[in-house]
Structure formats: structure tokens, C-alpha cells
């Protein structure tokens, strides 16, 4: 009698134990739903919006290492290009724009509640919703420098650094590619009188 009556208890706990695990993952499955619903097509915006803030704030902090003289005057006929000193100053740049890289390899992303349940009336409303966005990052640094007449007997020689970061968003429903493109004066000297030779 004994037995039969634990093998009966036995049997309504490992019930209710199933019960709880299936009310579980049902709960799961709905919150992932709902998660996908909310978030669907809502982050890419904020996101690829932070990302390029986040991208000429890192080109700007990399720049300021290797800041280039600012327009100098002198009279002359030729220009003199050390090409050593710009690719230094590019290997410097592009060390330092990696390095912020690492740093940055997450973003956080904070929505407002109200947009994300939709409607014009709760938009921008609400507490925020935090969410993490990874972030891989290629870049290419290329040093350029040319001659142009800029007024009557004036010329003016510039280096530049031509920088492009590309930024791919692991968004949770998609992948999305952002570019940014920036120039970077490295060098930059006016020559009054004639046309210098390069």
C-alpha cells in the first residue's frame, strides 16, 4: 500500500515538473518572438547612426597623433617630398585608428521603449532599451599629395591622407555595411612667385 502510494506521488511531481519545463519553453519562445518583433528593423537605424558617429570620432582622435603643419609660406621653385616622413606619419595614423578599433569593437545601442512598440504617439518615449551591436571594421589609408594653383602667382602643395573605414553591424536580424570617408592634411605649404617643380 506504501509503495503504491509513493509510485502515485512520484508520478504527479514528474507531471508537474513536465508542466513547468513545457510552460518554460513556451515562455522562451514567446519572449523570442516578441523580441523579434520589437527589434526587427528598429535598431538599424540608431545603430548605422552611432556607428558613424563613432567612426569620425575615431578618425579625428587618430588624426590628432600625426596633425600635419598647418599652411606654411615660402618662395621657391621646387617642393621637397619626404615621402619617409608621410609614411611614418600614415603608419602612425593607422596604428592608432586599430588600436581605437579594438576599443570599439561593441557598440550599445539605447532605444526608447515607445519606439520600439511602434506608433507616432509613443515614439522617443519611454525607458531605454538596451541592446549591443558587434562591429568589424577594414580600413584603407592611402597618402596623396599634388600641386594646385590656388591665385595669381600662389601655389599650394598639399599631402593628404585619404581614409576610408568600412564598418560591417551585426544587427540581430541582419548585417548591415557602413562607409566612412575622410581626408586627413598632413602637409600643406603656399608658394608665392613662381610655379614650383615637383
Known amino acids: 500500500m506504501k509503495t503504491l502510494f509513493l509510485k502515485r506521488t512520484g508520478r504527479k511531481k514528474r507531471i508537474a515538473v513536465r508542466i513547468v519545463l513545457v510552460a518554460l519553453v513556451i515562455l522562451f519562445a514567446g519572449g523570442v518572438v516578441l523580441y523579434e518583433r520589437l527589434f526587427n528593423g528598429k535598431i538599424e537605424g540608431p545603430a548605422t547612426n552611432l556607428a558613424v558617429t563613432t ?11 600625426v596633425k600635419g603643419r598647418g599652411a606654411e609660406a615660402g618662395v621657391g621653385d621646387s617642393v621637397a617630398i619626404d615621402s619617409g616622413k608621410l609614411n611614418e606619419k600614415r603608419e602612425t595614423f593607422e596604428a592608432a585608428l586599430t588600436e581605437k578599433m579594438r576599443e570599439n569593437g561593441t557598440i550599445k545601442v539605447k532605444i526608447p521603449l515607445g519606439t520600439l512598440i511602434g506608433g507616432r504617439f509613443l515614439s522617443g518615449k519611454g525607458p531605454r532599451v538596451s541592446a549591443k551591436v558587434y562591429c568589424d571594421y577594414k580600413t584603407e589609408c592611402e ?12 601655389t599650394m602643395y598639399t599631402a593628404t591622407l ?37
Open 143 to 154: 597618402v596623396t599629395s599634388g600641386i594646385v594653383s590656388v591665385g595669381i602667382n600662389q
Open 162 to 198: 585619404n581614409v576610408r573605414v568600412d564598418c560591417s553591424l551585426y544587427l540581430d536580424t541582419d548585417i548591415r555595411t557602413v562607409t566612412v570617408k575622410d581626408e586627413i592634411i598632413l602637409e600643406q605649404m603656399m608658394f608665392i612667385g613662381g610655379v614650383p617643380l615637383g
Open 55 to 65: 567612426i569620425e570620432r575615431m578618425i579625428a582622435e587618430a588624426a590628432a597623433e
